[in-house]
Structures are given as structure tokens and as C-alpha cells.
């Protein structure tokens, strides 16, 4: 079984440049999470989707990032335009109902620089 | 935003037991008790959770004081590939849900 991947894995940006990055979860999992964690910072929250639904998108930074899933599927995080301080690495991760308490996946992220 | 506390770093050598303390003195009734890793930059691995048992799976095992305010992640026998940042993380349901990462404990497996 596949799990959760992310492209691209690194992705290096000019100031004021557009960047999407993009997750696909495991097969079946409505919940998809996004985290980043910016340089000695910890990794912190951004949203959490419930199938093509935001259910929680209280950690998003600002109205630069935009997040979307369309159909329920794959999701997309873009940043524009993109400053300095977005440099960081970001996580996606997936999970079956946490109601049950059921674990989340996490893919190995996109390195994010800024410059 | 962190609910758990954990110390910051500790030593354990190649093939002893490394014990990871948490505490989570705020808990509430029902929410469970997650430990997830992180090796170099890599994403964060999930090791195991519970509720108010004790946990024991292929990578650890979980003890959960009866009081639920102290949990303790112990690695049976650890090895070098076991140095990492190790986190305890209480869930958090508001309305939708979310893991909140702390500091961690950075773990040293030395030879």
C-alpha cells in the first residue's frame, strides 16, 4: 500500500514566485492534514480536510495560502505570492476517522526555500 | 499550544531500554495519548497511542499512569537508527481535529 506522498520534494522559489505543492493521501483516507515546520520552529497545524471539506483551517497563516482538494483526492497547498519568511518544510498527512482513534500518516514533505 | 510537557534530550546506549517521560497533567477524559518520531527531516513516523492502557506494539511500548497525566514511551531495546526527536501529543478535537506538536525530546542513542 502506497502512503502518503508529496510533491515536489524540494522546490526553491523567488520572492513574489507562485509555488503549489501537492499531496496525495492513502487510498480511502477522507482526512487530509497540512503542517509545516519553518526553520527552529516546531511543526505547527496549518488545516485539516474532510474529504473535499474544510473542516479546520485555523493554523493557515495568512490569505497567501490557499489549500484545495477537489473530489476528495489529491490536495493542493499554493502560496502566492511567496515570502521569505514561508521557507520551511511541509507535511501532509492522512488518517482514516480520528473519532476512532485511528493514527495519521505522514508523507516526508516539501522543503520549501525561499530566496 | 502544546499540552504535553517532555525534557528535551536524553542519552540512552545501543541495546538498553530508552524510557521517554510525558507529562500531560491537563488531559481530558477522551483523548488519547499519540508518540510519533522524527528522524533527521524526515515526516514524522507514528509509534503508538492509547487511551488509558497500557500500549505495546512492533516498536514500543506505552504506559499510561492511572491518572492519565504522565505517560512513559519506552523503546525495549534501542538501537542507533532510534536517534530521533520523539513527540507526545494529546489530541485536540475542535470541531474538526488536529495534532499539536511540541518540542520534543531529542533522543541520542549512542554505541
Known amino acids: 500500500e502506497a502512503g502518503v506522498t508529496q510533491f515536489p520534494s524540494h522546490s526553491v522559489i523567488e520572492k513574489g514566485q507562485t509555488v503549489t505543492l501537492r499531496c496525495d493521501p492513502i487510498?480511502?483516507?477522507?482526512?487530509l492534514y497540512w503542517y509545516r515546520r519553518v526553520m527552529g520552529k516546531e511543526i505547527k497545524f496549518l488545516l485539516h480536510f474532510v474529504k473535499e471539506s474544510k473542516q479546520d483551517e485555523s493554523g493557515m497563516p495568512n490569505n497567501r495560502f490557499l489549500a484545495e482538494r477537489t473530489g476528495g483526492t489529491y490536495s493542493t497547498l499554493k502560496v502566492q505570492p511567496a515570502e521569505l519568511e514561508d521557507s520551511g518544510v511541509y507535511f501532509c498527512?492522512?488518517?482514516?476517522?480520528?473519532?476512532?482513534?485511528?493514527?495519521?500518516?505522514f508523507g516526508q514533505g516539501t522543503r520549501l526555500t525561499v530566496v | 499550544d502544546a499540552k504535553t510537557t517532555q525534557p528535551p534530550s536524553m542519552d540512552c546506549a545501543e541495546g538498553r531500554a530508552a524510557n521517554l517521560p510525558c507529562n500531560h497533567s491537563?488531559?481530558?477524559?477522551?483523548?488519547?495519548v499519540y508518540w510519533y518520531r522524527q528522524i533527521h527531516s524526515q515526516g514524522p513516523q507514528y509509534i503508538i497511542h492509547?487511551?488509558?492502557n497500557n500500549e505495546t506494539n512492533e516498536m514500543a511500548s506505552l504506559i499510561i499512569t492511572e491518572d492519565r497525566k504522565s505517560s512513559t514511551l519506552i523503546l525495549p531495546h534501542a538501537t542507533l537508527r532510534d536517534t530521533a526527536v520523539y513527540y507526545c501529543?494529546?489530541?485536540?478535537?475542535?470541531?474538526?481535529?488536529?495534532?499539536?506538536f511540541g518540542a520534543g525530546t531529542r533522543l541520542f542513542v549512542k554505541a
Open positions: 492509547g487511551l488509558k
Open positions: 491537563t488531559i481530558s477524559g477522551n483523548e488519547y
Open positions: 487510498s480511502g483516507h477522507d482526512n
Open positions: 501529543i494529546v489530541r485536540v478535537y475542535t470541531g474538526g481535529f488536529k495534532t499539536i
Open positions: 498527512a492522512s488518517s482514516q476517522d480520528p473519532s476512532t482513534g485511528g493514527e495519521a500518516f
